[in-house]
């Protein structure tokens, strides 16, 4: 059973990431794994909830297969389609608070030990459902 998906890409893995490209390229994992350049076990160690994160190489090669911005597979953030142009966002400014509510969690987030994110985010997820 695949976990529910957050609506802010952002807030989604890597690996979640690199599945959402590949769907939508159509490509399979076997697919995916042999335009990359990668045996077929790598890709879908990558797609895996605890498997391995692609290396920036292949990062790339994946947003280059799939269509998909390097930024928006690496980091959640910017615009997700490559543009006609061939040129991607810097910034998007949804990226960033809007308003000094917002900035006031943002700097409370980044204090948060690394090791209480997850379950801090997972209690004020599941308080707002």
Same mark, same amino acid.
């Given at each position: 059973?695949?976990?529910?998906?957050?609506?802010?890409?952002?807030?989604?893995?890597?690996?979640?990431?690199?599945?959402?490209?590949?769907?939508?390229?159509?490509?399979?994992? $076997?697919?995916?794994?042999?335009?990359?350049?990668?045996?077929?076990?790598?890709?879908?160690?990558?797609? $895996?909830?605890?498997?391995?994160?692609?290396?920036?190489?292949?990062?790339?090669?994946? $947003?280059?297969?799939?269509?998909?911005?390097?930024?928006?597979?690496?980091?959640?953030?910017?615009?997700?389609?490559?543009?006609?142009?061939?040129?991607?966002?810097?910034?998007?400014?949804?990226?960033?608070?809007?308003?000094?509510?917002?900035?006031?969690?943002?700097?409370?987030?980044?204090?948060?030990?690394?090791?209480?994110?997850?379950?801090?985010?997972?209690?004020?997820?599941? $308080?707002?459902?």
């Amino acid at each position: 059973m695949r976990r529910r998906l957050p609506q802010d890409p952002a807030l989604l893995t890597i690996a979640e990431r690199v599945r959402i490209a590949r769907e939508q390229s159509g490509l399979s994992c $076997a697919a995916l794994a042999r335009q990359v350049g990668v045996r077929p076990s790598a890709a879908v160690q990558w797609e $895996a909830e605890h498997g391995t994160t692609p290396s920036v190489e292949n990062l790339s090669r994946i $947003a280059t297969v799939t269509g998909i911005a390097f930024e928006w597979l690496a980091t959640g953030r910017g615009g997700k389609a490559i543009r006609q142009d061939g040129e991607t966002e810097a910034v998007a400014l949804s990226d960033f608070a809007q308003n000094p509510y917002e900035e006031r969690w943002l700097r409370i987030g980044r204090k948060v030990p690394p090791r209480l994110r997850e379950s801090l985010l997972k209690f004020i997820e599941d $308080a707002w459902r």
